[in-house]
C-alpha cells in the first residue's frame, strides 16, 4: 500500500524527469564516450559487483555519525564527519553517474528523480559545512544537516527502487538455470565462421560464434540488461552486446568490458552422430574474480 504511493509518487516527477534524463544521459554519454576505460572502473566490471550499490552505504552512515555528534555538541567530529560524508557522495555520484548512462525507459526516469535528491542533499550538506566553518552560527547548520538526511534516505529509497524494482545493473542470470545441466539439441545446421548465429537449447536461446574448427557457444540474453548477443559484433575473441556494448570472451564468457559485472553463461558445443548439433551448460554465468 504505501510502497504503491511511493511508487505512484516517483513516476509523477517523469514530466520533468524524462526530459533531464534524456539531457543527462546524452551529456554522460559524450562525457565517458572517449574514457571508456574509467566508465568500466565506475561500473565495477574488476570487482564483479556493481560499485556504486558498495559505496552508497558510507555517505548515509557517515551522515548518520553526523546527527549523532551534533547531538552530544561535538561540533569539531561533526564537520569532520560532514566533510568526509561529502567526499564519499561525490565519490558514490561518479559510480552512479557511470550506471546512470546505460539506464533508458523508466529506469532512466526514477534514476533521474534519484540522483537529482541525491544532488540536492549534496548542496545542503555543502552549505551546512560552510555555515560550520565559516560562522558562528549553531542552529541553522544542524538543521540543515537533519534535512539533508531526510533527503538521503528518501533518495536512497528511490535508489533502492531502480535496482530492486526495475533490476538495473541486476545479473540477467540470477534465477535462471537449475539442477543439472544436461546436453541439449541446438536447432541449428550451419553455423558460419565468425558470425553469431542464434540457437535454441530447449528452453534457452544461445549465440554461436566459429572460429575454425571450434564453435563458441554462451547464452544469448546479455548479463547485464538483456541485449541480444547474437545481433552483436565479434571483435577480439569476445561477442559485443549492441545495447551498451559489454564484451565478453568467446572462449570463457568472462567479462572484458562493461558495463556487465557480471559474466556471461557458456555452453559446450560438439556434433551429434546425426550430424546436427548439441549444448551442454558450463557455468552460470556468475560474477567470479576475473581471470
Ligand atoms: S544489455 Fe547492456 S551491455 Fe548488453
Known amino acids: 500500500m504505501l510502497a504503491r504511493f511511493f511508487t505512484r509518487l516517483i513516476d509523477a516527477q517523469g514530466v520533468w524527469a524524462r526530459p533531464l534524463g534524456d539531457l543527462n544521459h546524452r551529456l554522460l554519454t559524450a562525457v565517458f564516450g572517449p574514457l571508456r576505460f574509467l566508465k568500466d572502473f565506475l561500473n565495477g566490471r574488476w570487482l564483479g559487483h556493481p560499485v556504486h550499490g558498495a559505496l552508497t552505504d558510507l555517505p548515509i552512515g557517515i551522515f548518520l555519525l553526523v546527527i549523532v555528534f551534533d547531538v552530544l555538541a561535538i561540533p569539531g567530529a561533526a564537520s569532520t564527519a560532514l566533510f568526509i560524508g561529502i567526499l564519499t557522495t561525490l565519490g558514490a555520484a561518479l559510480t552512479g553517474y557511470a550506471d546512470y548512462t546505460d539506464t533508458d525507459g ?9 540522483s537529482t535528491v541525491m544532488t540536492v542533499a549534496l548542496v545542503v550538506y555543502i552549505v551546512s559545512l560552510i555555515l560550520r566553518t565559516n560562522s ?32 538495473n545493473m541486476v545479473n540477467r542470470h540470477a534465477w535462471r538455470f537449475s539442477g543439472t545441466p544436461k546436453w541439449q539439441p541446438l536447432d541449428v545446421t550451419d553455423v558460419p565462421e565468425g558470425v553469431p548465429v542464434k540457437a535454441k537449447a530447449g528452453a534457452q536461446s544461445l549465440v554461436l560464434v ?13 548479463a547485464h540488461a538483456g541485449g541480444p548477443l547474437s545481433e552483436g559484433r565479434v571483435v577480439d575473441g569476445c561477442i559485443e552486446c ?16 562493461g558495463p556487465t559485472t557480471h559474466d556471461q553463461p557458456l555452453y559446450e558445443v560438439r556434433r551429434t552422430e546425426a550430424g546436427g548439433w548439441e549444448a551442454l551448460r558450463l557455468n552460470g554465468g556468475s560474477a567470479g574474480p576475473q581471470s
Open 106 to 114: 523508466r529506469a532512466r526516469v526514477v534514476a533521474t528523480v534519484h
Open 136 to 167: 558562528g552560527v549553531q542552529t541553522v547548520p544542524i538543521v540543515l544537516s537533519i534535512i539533508g538526511f531526510v533527503l538521503v534516505s528518501v533518495g536512497a529509497y528511490i535508489g533502492g527502487e531502480v535496482v530492486y524494482s526495475l533490476g
Open 210 to 222: 566459429r572460429e575454425g574448427e571450434t564453435v563458441h557457444a554462451m547464452h544469448d540474453v546479455c
Open 242 to 257: 549492441p545495447w551498451h556494448a559489454s564484451r565478453f570472451e568467446l572462449r570463457t564468457g568472462h567479462r572484458k568490458r
